[in-house]
């Protein structure tokens, strides 16, 4: 097969063929003497596909003709690219998260000279979670609360425990963010839990309705009221989970509580 038919047959360009042959990772099957054209066989299909696999993966043209030399075999390369796969999938949600959240923002910066004055200041009684901490860049948050969850979830359903009050609480430190994620339960310490106790407080409270990927337009406008009402922040913020059964989050109910006092 000429090269160009070849390059048909293996859905790569004759440029990128000829650059395989420079480096050595596919030289064609024969080079006529007389007019120096390029012929490849059938059989070297193999090889093509597999180039083309490994530099999907993102490894370099190095390290591809490295493990062509060790000749891996189809199911390790699909393995290989299973994991790819993963990654790929993995970067494209934290890619709709990161719109989601410049989405956000705009309408934040469209809402700014819209002041809510739906929120009230009531006591929040004290609590103690079984939980999981981590501190966490704020861009990252949507990515690891759900799993989080997820994590508590399972202990406590092995434990039979309730599942009917779920809260997080946010608190900026120097490296982050710090989260505190969990479900109200009494009973005694749990392996791979950690045990967290929110006191009572005084908060200004509101509720978010809709998906997670817009609870930081109700948390600034929030915020924005308590200012300016002149209250002072007295600890980290907390999310109560009321509804959130639904895939979409679309019917989700969250109250927002933040700790205050009169300063």
């Not at 059989?43 to 003709?65: C, D, M, P, W, Y």
């Not at 490295?66 to 290989?80: F, S």
Request: hydrophobic fraction near 40%; include cysteine.
């Amino acid at each position: 097969m000429l090269i160009g038919d070849f390059a048909r047959l293996g859905q790569v360009s004759v440029r990128m063929l000829r650059h395989y042959d420079a480096v050595g990772l596919l030289k064609p099957d024969r080079v006529d003497a007389w007019s120096s054209y390029r012929s490849y066989s059938p059989e070297q299909l193999v090889v093509l596909n597999r180039i083309v696999a490994l530099k999907e993966l993102g490894l370099s043209l190095g390290q591809v003709g490295r493990i062509l030399t060790d000749e891996v075999g189809p199911v390790e390369l699909r393995g290989m690219l299973r994991l790819r796969r993963t990654d790929l999938e993995n970067e494209m949600s934290a890619a709709g998260i990161r719109l989601a959240t410049v989405e956000s923002r705009l309408r934040m910066i469209e809402k700014e000279t819209d002041m809510s004055t739906d929120y009230v200041v009531k006591t929040v009684p004290a609590v103690r979670l079984a939980a999981l901490t981590a501190t966490l860049e704020p861009a990252e948050l949507g990515q690891h609360i759900g799993p989080m969850f997820d994590r508590v979830q399972l202990r406590l359903r092995g434990a039979d425990a309730s599942l009917a009050t779920a809260i997080a609480t946010y608190a900026e430190v120097e490296e982050g963010m710090k989260v505190v994620v969990g479900y109200a339960y009494d009973g005694p310490p749990l392996a791979d839990l950690e045990q967290a106790d929110l006191p009572a407080a005084t908060a200004v409270c509101g509720v978010h309705l809709g998906p997670m990927s817009r609870i930081s337009e109700s948390w600034q406008a929030m915020h924005r009221w308590a200012v300016e009402n002149g209250y002072t922040y007295d600890g980290p913020c907390r999310e109560l989970y009321l509804r959130a059964e639904s895939e979409d989050q679309q019917d989700w109910v969250t109250e927002l509580q933040q700790p205050v006092y009169r300063g």
